[in-house]
């Protein structure tokens, strides 16, 4: 089993960013790599119909013969984690969430903690129960930011669009602290989507350089090394591969896959398949 | 026949400006609306799966009886409509193109019109085609500007981002006219996409007064008439009524539609069906 893939799943390109962090961490492993294009986006879906795809998902990986999966989609992690487990109990499965909520909790000092991320994950409420159960005394703020996932999308990561769309979600949160009220504001801001790392620095500029940004992309990079070691799973020689599966349109995928994954996509690379 | 309701699909709840400007012109008709929420949005989505979603979609609102189809979906009208109307050979299919196209064509003066579109109607041809069909000689340009449906779906319409993003795509299309040269810049401007006319203020402010804009949903719903005469199909006394029908998530099919429709519209009058 040492030898087979890891398999990643995302709702679409977001996850590359997730992929990216993996594939460092980790570069002897194998990764198949789905994205769910013809679905997307899942950050506005329902719980029920995030969970259904997202085990289809995990379904069509687990014929790849990987030997983990990671849930590299925060929405499908906030609503389909159990329902996943429970499909594939031979393999562990990974979420972004966790992962991210852990880094959350290790860099506030106040305790009071943002999460951004889209509606469905928002609702969801799994980043604010996993920091609570961390650290029971935190207060977690969580916000859609929906149109960020577009901007992404669109490669409109700085600029003034971006940066008015961030003030626009963000200046609310972080500008009404009074002096002598250090609490009123968040220190840590959660970037519960995978698409929210590419906009870092609009969000950075708003947000100031006192607040600490946590991405999940590298604290899950970590937490599949750690389940790999534990499991005796680690590949331990060679360098690693990655093939691209998506659900829709192969020139769409590597034209916006390639800015997340910071490295060109061959639409050749990218093959359909039907869930 | 003539009792039938008139169903009316789209892929979300950008068609319920069309529906609209339906139940303005035909208020003695009935109804059915079939918002495919589960899958939107098809503006990003390749024509292939665009086609089959849109076909499944014009077989389930055929089960609802219906004596006409308006697909009140830009993208699904681009690519799907050949295809649906050999499914549904039986009953009138009437798209939102060729009503757009005819009514940029009388509008023009110069015979240059532009039209924003989301990337998979531009892609797919049909407008430049049905312009050109219509009037050989006109200089059509087509645009992608898939940020306007995002920024419709968070009800954005008029501020600074609004009105930054509509500058951000429409300034090199409308603003390079030099002295001497009237023909240089569009006259028309179609707005392609049933989510567009929500931001008609952003666009007027950004193009200025003397562009024409044109929305395809009221010389869609004047196509409907026309062709329900035509058929002997108009309802002729009583009042209509509306249905509504969602694929996923009846909570945010009414809270955002209610915008789209301006009356509010209760999430337990939204029936919930799989394609």
Same mark, same amino acid.
């Given at each position: /089993?040492?030898?087979?893939?890891?398999?990643?799943?995302?709702?679409?390109?977001? %996850?590359?960013?997730?992929?990216?962090? +993996?594939?460092?961490?980790?570069?002897?492993?194998?990764?198949?790599?789905?994205?769910?294009?013809?679905?997307?986006?899942?950050?506005?879906?329902?719980?029920?119909?995030?969970?259904?795809?997202?085990?289809?998902?995990?379904?069509?990986?687990?014929?790849? %013969?990987?030997?983990?999966?990671?849930?590299?989609?925060?929405?499908?992690?906030?609503?389909?984690?159990?329902?996943? =487990?429970?499909?594939?109990?031979? /393999?562990?499965?990974?979420?972004?969430?966790?992962?991210?909520?852990?880094?959350?909790?290790?860099?506030?000092?106040?305790?009071?903690?943002?999460?951004?991320?889209?509606?469905?994950?928002?609702? %969801?409420?799994?980043?604010?129960?996993?920091?609570? =159960?961390?650290?029971?005394?935190?207060? $977690?703020?969580?916000?859609?930011?929906?149109?960020? $996932?577009?901007?992404?999308?669109?490669?409109?990561?700085?600029?003034?669009?971006?940066?008015?769309?961030?003030?626009?979600?963000?200046?609310?949160?972080?500008?009404?602290?009074? $002096?002598?009220?250090?609490?009123?504001?968040?220190?840590?801001?959660?970037?519960?989507?995978?698409?929210?790392? /590419?906009?870092? %620095?609009?969000? =950075?500029?708003?947000?100031?350089?006192?607040?600490?940004?946590?991405?999940?992309?590298?604290?899950?990079?970590?937490?599949?090394?750690?389940?790999?070691?534990?499991?005796?799973?680690?590949?331990?020689?060679?360098?690693?591969?990655?093939?691209? +599966?998506?659900?829709?349109?192969?020139?769409?995928?590597?034209?916006?896959?390639?800015?997340?994954?910071?490295?060109?996509?061959?639409?050749?690379?990218?093959?359909?398949?039907?869930?």
């Amino acid at each position: /089993m040492r030898e087979a893939p890891i398999g990643v799943f995302d709702s679409g390109v977001g %996850g590359l960013t997730v992929l990216k962090a +993996l594939a460092a961490e980790l570069p002897r492993e194998h990764f198949v790599y789905l994205g769910d294009t013809a679905r997307l986006p899942y950050g506005t879906k329902s719980p029920e119909t995030v969970a259904r795809y997202a085990v289809q998902a995990a379904e069509a990986l687990s014929e790849y %013969g990987v030997k983990c999966l990671v849930i590299a989609c925060n929405t499908a992690s906030s609503v389909g984690l159990p329902a996943i =487990r429970a499909r594939v109990s031979a /393999m562990p499965v990974v979420g972004v969430i966790e992962p991210g909520a852990e880094a959350a909790c290790a860099a506030s000092k106040s305790g009071h903690i943002a999460v951004i991320a889209t509606e469905g994950t928002v609702r %969801g409420g799994a980043y604010q129960e996993a920091i609570l =159960r961390l650290r029971g005394r935190a207060r $977690v703020i969580a916000l859609p930011t929906q149109l960020f $996932v577009a901007l992404a999308e669109e490669g409109l990561y700085e600029g003034p669009i971006a940066e008015s769309v961030a003030r626009h979600y963000l200046d609310p949160l972080f500008h009404h602290s009074k $002096v002598g009220d250090p609490h009123a504001s968040p220190d840590t801001l959660v970037l519960g989507c995978t698409h929210f790392p /590419m906009l870092t %620095g609009a969000i =950075r500029a708003t947000v100031g350089p006192a607040i600490t940004i946590v991405d999940s992309a590298a604290t899950t990079a970590k937490a599949v090394r750690d389940t790999l070691d534990r499991e005796s799973l680690t590949r331990r020689e060679g360098e690693g591969t990655t093939r691209f +599966l998506a659900t829709d349109s192969a020139e769409r995928f590597a034209r916006i896959g390639s800015r997340f994954l910071e490295r060109p996509i061959d639409p050749e690379e990218v093959e359909l398949v039907d869930l």
